[in-house]
């Protein structure tokens, strides 16, 4: 179980770190919606008018891990034959791990 958790949260940080801290958002909203952003705020307010369930989840770090994390959790699950109950312990310790390390990334960038 402890290798489950760990990869669930190593490759939900991974790509939490991707969405929030590289120019994908950009890139997404160049191809969803041919148009060119040049802030990641423009493609998440573009989202928010289109859905705006998806676009809170796409612009909220928590809630971004919590919904990837049961996602991978799930991919795991089956991919690896874990028992069904792993994708829900993963869904309420990931994210906790994940904002503990997006808060150390944080601090050092000030």
């Given at each position: 179980m402890l290798t489950f958790?760990?990869?669930?949260?190593?490759?939900?940080f991974?790509?939490?770190?991707?969405?929030?801290?590289?120019?994908l958002k950009i890139t997404l909203g160049k191809i969803l919606f041919k148009q060119h952003y040049t802030d990641p705020l423009e493609f998440e307010d573009k989202l928010v008018t289109i859905n705006p369930t998806l676009g809170q989840i796409a612009g909220c770090w928590t809630c971004f891990t919590f919904w990837t994390s049961l996602l991978i959790g799930v991919v795991l699950t089956f991919l690896f034959s874990y028992p069904i109950f792993y994708p829900v312990i993963a869904f309420f310790t990931s994210p906790g791990i994940c904002y503990i390390g997006y808060s150390l990334i944080r601090r050092l960038n000030r």
């Open positions: 958790i760990a990869l669930n949260t190593l490759i939900t991974s790509i939490s770190i991707l969405w929030f801290f590289s120019p």
